[in-house]
């Protein structure tokens, strides 16, 4: 609790400020995964989360967070198909009114449990893909089967109705082959296709030497995702292209989650109440949905009030004219960075730290020649640098 100690009682003696309602709640029912990719946000030390919570602890916490307002509800992991009350939680949100949204590697998934999902009332299916290139893809997900699988999967979830939402996570690795992702989106007749270029956090983070594109990657992989999105809307294809950059090549940060603890709440597998999906390793307390209800977490307690308003701010945010729209930027970033959680995000140029990232620009230009990738198990990190190097 070093950065936080001294100021937590001014902020909880200050008066309750008005905030939003946790409209999104996000479920990670499970860190429990059978692919390792490597940058994964997960927290680094998952094996040493509590026991998951159990079916009726979580339809609890559905209930009381619809109560009140929350109106989107994600299912996400680690893999939350290892779940085997899936359909039941998914049955039960989609009685209390939530719109449902599966967030999965397809791995493990049949055509049947679709179907099972379908009659639950499950609205939207998001398969993510590692790359459009089988090899590339089985060795970032650490898995020899799982593109075929992507592949199987994905056509199932189209031919059984839903819309095609498809995520691939872009870089170093995969991100000059930009082209043939597209490519494979539009065989596959997808929807909507988040390109989203990885975002550096738990394993990311550790692994953010090896991860992180150059300028020119970024910039080219951009440019042909326009020249694409022309070209399928000249043919006719609706399909969405959504393209997103790192904050690391930004001049000013991302006002994260849309503000800390206005919308957003994350209930971790071992019932850990989160403002976001990282916030865990902040030296911050952060209450657990055992212990107390959705109401006292979101409005109550010290971990969600702690960076509403602005009270929190150092210079250069606290009289920067901007702070309104970035609110600081990422709480997480900036402590992973700094150590210092009330830190300006160094992404921020006006940040003092801001030559962190410059460094980090600057160790992505340097010539790539062995791969250090760091997964959660160690053989998949032998077996990536052998793939990187090409033997
Ligand atoms: Fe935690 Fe940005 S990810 S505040």
């Known amino acids: 609790m070093s950065n936080a100690g001294s100021t937590t009682a001014n902020h909880l003696a200050r008066e309750a400020r008005p905030h939003g309602q946790p409209l999104w709640l996000l479920a990670e029912l499970t860190y429990k995964c059978p692919l390792q990719c490597p940058y994964c946000s997960n927290p680094l030390d998952f094996a040493g989360a509590g026991a998951e919570l159990s079916t009726e602890e979580w339809i609890d916490v559905f209930r009381q967070a619809r109560a009140m307002g929350a109106a989107q509800l994600g299912f996400s992991g680690g893999e939350p198909l290892v779940r085997r009350d899936l359909e039941t939680l998914i049955a039960e949100a989609r009685q209390l009114g939530f719109y449902t949204n599966l967030i999965t590697s397809g791995i493990g998934l049949t055509g049947q449990r679709i179907a099972a999902f379908r009659e639950a009332g499950l609205d939207h299916i998001q398969v993510s893909f590692q790359a459009a290139d ?33 995520n691939f996570v872009t870089h170093k690795h995969n991100i000059d082959r930009i082209d043939r992702i597209i ?11 988040e390109l989203a270029t990885c975002q550096y956090y738990g394993w990311a983070y550790e692994n953010r030497e090896d991860l992180l594109p150059t300028r020119a990657q970024l910039e080219r992989a951009e440019r042909i995702t326009n020249e694409y999105r022309e070209k399928l809307q000249a043919e006719g294809n609706p399909v969405k292209l959504i393209f997103v ?142 793939g990187a190097r090409g033997q």
């Open 134 to 166: 089988e090899e590339v893809n089985n060795l970032l997900a650490g898995s020899k089967k799982a593109f075929e699988q992507k592949l199987k999967i994905a056509r199932e979830v189209k031919a059984q109705g839903y819309p095609m939402v498809l």
């Open 183 to 193: 490519e494979l989106c539009v065989e596959l007749e997808a929807d909507y296709v």
């Open 245 to 386: 950059t790192p904050d690391y090549y930004e001049e000013r940060p991302k006002k994260c989650m849309n503000g800390w603890g206005e919308i957003f709440l994350t209930v971790t597998p071992d019932g850990t109440a989160l403002p976001c999906h990282s916030a865990r390793m902040l030296p911050l307390e952060f209450p657990n949905v055992k212990d107390s209800s959705i109401e006292q977490i979101w409005n109550e307690s010290t971990g969600f009030n702690y960076f509403r308003g602005d009270h929190w701010m150092k210079e250069p945010c606290r009289s920067c004219s901007e702070k309104e729209q970035d609110h600081g930027g990422c709480r997480c970033q900036a402590y992973m960075m700094t150590g210092d959680m009330h830190a300006a995000d160094p992404v921020c140029g006006k940040s003092p730290d801001h030559g962190l990232i410059l460094e980090a620009r600057q160790a992505a230009e340097a010539e790539y020649t062995e791969s250090n990738i760091t997964f959660r198990n160690e053989r998949n990190s032998r077996e990536f640098a052998k």
